[in-house]
């Protein structure tokens, strides 16, 4: 292995050597990096060109060569959105969301035969970068993921439950709203006086 790498470096220092002297201007040879257990000697050649070698020559004086230092570069941390790399947000540990509620419908509501049913959702404060709200209508999610609002359709006769909560990057919950109950009717034409009943109907006379 020495006798390799020696054969290395007098092979460098001989083409070195050769371009020096087809041209006159050229730079000075580079010291070396690094030499392990060897010797390195510097010296001045023909044309002023400041010139290492291993080999002690005549008028030659020693030089001290450190070992070349290494690096090895670290995998940066990043979060990935889509085709796009984050730097990751940096979140304050003392933040908390003073309000996350449902603004949109009122609780007890009722809604008579509707094709859709509009959703909307509030923080305060806002919601942080990284965070996600999600709304839950019966306890499953609705609207695109991180929207305030939401439209249901079609939605069934009965009772339902919407609620908001707010979810950090990790998936732990920073803010859950309390429940709003809304009511939906459906009347039909064959439901005789109860469907009357729920469209305000006036019972027909005898």
């Known amino acids: 292995m020495r006798r390799t790498a020696l054969t290395i470096i007098l092979l460098s220092l001989g083409v070195a050597q050769l371009g020096h002297a ?3 201007g050229s730079q000075p040879t580079p ?3 690094n030499t392990g257990d060897r010797k390195v000697y510097t ?3 023909k044309h002023g060109e400041r010139v290492y070698t291993d080999q002690k020559t005549p008028g030659a004086t020693p030089v001290e060569v450190d070992n070349a230092q290494t690096y090895k570069a670290q995998r940066p941390l990043a979060t990935t959105q889509g085709n ?3 730097a990751p947000v940096r979140q304050d540990a003392n933040f908390r969301y003073q309000i996350c509620a449902i603004a949109q419908p009122a609780n007890d509501q009722t809604f008579v035969n509707p094709e859709s049913i509009p959703i909307a959702a509030r923080s305060e404060p806002a919601v942080r970068p990284g965070d996600i709200m999600t709304i839950l209508f019966n306890g499953s999610a609705v609207g695109a993921p991180g929207s305030p609002t939401a439209v249901v359709s079609p939605v069934l006769r009965g009772s339902h439950s919407i609620a908001v909560v707010i979810r950090d990057a990790q998936g732990a919950t920073l803010c859950s709203s309390a429940s709003v109950t809304i009511h939906v009717r459906q009347p039909t034409v064959g439901a005789g006086n109860r469907a009357r009943q729920n469209t305000a109907q ?3 006379r005898p």
């Open 43 to 45: 010296t001045v050649g």
């Open 84 to 86: 796009r790399s984050l």
């Open 202 to 204: 006036p019972r027909p």
């Open 31 to 33: 010291a070396p990096t």
């Open 22 to 24: 087809q041209d006159p």
